[in-house]
């Protein structure tokens, strides 16, 4: 950048490193996704072409970004989580919040007529971004159980909710009204008694939310695949010193590869974590 008399107006510019030592969750949301949907014809309660596109932004993201190790998605939400110890940007908070909103909308706007050929995009989609840093693996696992929580309760009540409109007549004032109070027993008992929908036998993809995950590939032939950014433990601390040439490549060549996987499971319970070597958060 010249270096002229006007040049002192980048002393206003604040840094803003994340904290060291923690780990970065970054979310985003769809600004004002209701309209966009309603616009574009969403189908109720849950449109696979959506959620698919919406996965496919999120995987972009990924293999552009080798520092995220996770990501968990439902309806216009994602969240990614980035290795702890990342110096993507130099850990500038606003850089990479800026920068991964950007790209994920590209990739949205991109991919759209490949889940949507027959809709063609009236207006412009956008996103908010934010970044959380979290201390300790036990508030990394609570955040994504939480999220993951939240798509059940989410996809329970407009199950119900758009069953009532759609199958018994309801307006929306009365379909809010015959819900209000109600427990989720309650709601499964609508379905299932009025409406015999079986909440059981509901796409796992539409309970559970979408997991991006790194996994390990087992190359046993020894051929030389193109595979994902490889990526490291998230909770992998450098030593103290710098490591020698010779020692960073042997630890390169260590590193297994690694692929994106996407699953549609339940990340609340130990299991998901145990059986991922490169998401051990102890």
Not at 223 to 231: A, F, G, I, L, Y
Request: net charge positive; hydrophobic share 35%; aromatic share 12%.
């Amino acid at each position: 950048m010249a270096n002229s008399r006007f040049a002192y107006v980048r002393t206003y510019e604040l840094p803003d490193p994340m904290l060291p030592g923690t780990f970065p969750i970054f979310r985003l949301d769809g600004h004002s996704f209701h309209r966009f949907s309603d616009v574009h014809g969403f189908a109720k309660p849950n449109d696979p072409r959506a959620l698919q596109l919406m996965d496919r932004a999120a995987r972009e993201l990924m293999a552009e970004y080798p520092d995220i190790v996770l990501a968990f998605g439902e309806s216009d939400e994602y969240s990614f989580l980035l290795r702890k110890q990342t110096t993507l940007y130099n850990r500038r908070q606003t850089k990479i919040v800026s920068t991964l909103t950007s790209y994920f909308t590209s990739c949205y706007v991109f991919h759209w007529s490949t889940y949507f050929p027959d809709t063609p995009l009236t207006y412009p989609p956008s996103f908010d971004g934010r970044i959380v840093l979290y201390p300790s693996e036990r508030e990394v696992r609570d955040y994504f159980a939480w999220r993951q929580a939240d798509t059940h309760i989410n996809n329970l009540y407009n199950t119900a909710f758009w069953a009532l409109v759609q199958q018994g007549g309801e307006t929306t004032t009365q379909a809010h009204a015959t819900l209000r109070g109600t427990v989720s027993k309650e709601k499964h008992e609508i379905l299932f008694s009025r409406f015999k929908i079986n909440y059981n036998d509901i796409d796992e993809r539409f309970k559970k939310g979408s997991v991006l995950v790194r996994e390990e590939v087992k190359n046993l032939l020894g051929d030389k695949q193109q595979q994902e950014p490889q990526s490291q433990p998230i909770l992998q601390m450098p030593k103290q010193g710098t490591a020698s040439k010779r020692e960073k490549k042997r630890k390169a060549a260590v590193n297994p590869p690694t692929k994106i996987e996407l699953l549609h499971c339940d990340i609340i319970k130990d299991t998901f974590w145990e059986m991922r070597p490169l998401l051990h958060l102890s």
